[in-house]
C-alpha cells in the first residue's frame, strides 16, 4: 500500500520558517519526480514546487521563487520543502505527490500518490 505522510505544517508568524517533510512507502520513490501542492479554502489546488528523481531538476511556482526550496534524500524515500519568509498568502493546506507520467510538472493531473496533506498557518 502506497503512502505519503507529510508533516512539519504549523502556524508561524510572518517572515519566520517551516520545513515540511513527506515520508514515501509503498512502492520505489527514487526512480519518480515528486511534487509539493497547496490549496486553501475555497480555492484549487496550486503547484509550488517539484524535483526531478535525481535531485537534478526543480521547478517553483513564480509565487514562491527566491523563498521555498525542494529537496530529496532518496535513501530516506523523503521529500522536503523549506519554505523561508513566509507570507500570509502563504496559508494552505500542504501536499506531496508522486508523479507517474510525463506530463507537466505544473498540473495535478501529473501526479498519481497523494497525501493527507498538512496545514501551514502564516499569521501576519
Known amino acids: 500500500q502506497v503512502q505519503l505522510v507529510e508533516s512539519g505544517g504549523g502556524l508561524v508568524q510572518a517572515g519566520g520558517s517551516l520545513r515540511l517533510s513527506c515520508v514515501f512507502s509503498g512502492r520505489t520513490f527514487s526512480g519518480y519526480a515528486m511534487g509539493w501542492f497547496r490549496q486553501a479554502p475555497g480555492k484549487d489546488r496550486d503547484f509550488v514546487a517539484s524535483?526531478?528523481?535525481?535531485?537534478?531538476?526543480?521547478y517553483y511556482a513564480d509565487s514562491v521563487k527566491g523563498r521555498f526550496t525542494i529537496s530529496r534524500d532518496n535513501a530516506k524515500n523523503t521529500v522536503y520543502l523549506q519554505m523561508n519568509s513566509l507570507k500570509p498568502e502563504d496559508t494552505a493546506v500542504y501536499y506531496c505527490?508522486?508523479?507517474?507520467?510525463?506530463?507537466?510538472?505544473?498540473?495535478?493531473?501529473?501526479?498519481?500518490?497523494w497525501g493527507q496533506g498538512t496545514q501551514v498557518t502564516v499569521s501576519s
Open positions: 524535483i526531478s528523481w535525481s535531485g537534478g531538476t526543480n
Open positions: 505527490a508522486q508523479k507517474l507520467n510525463s506530463g507537466s510538472y505544473y498540473y495535478p493531473a501529473s501526479y498519481y500518490y
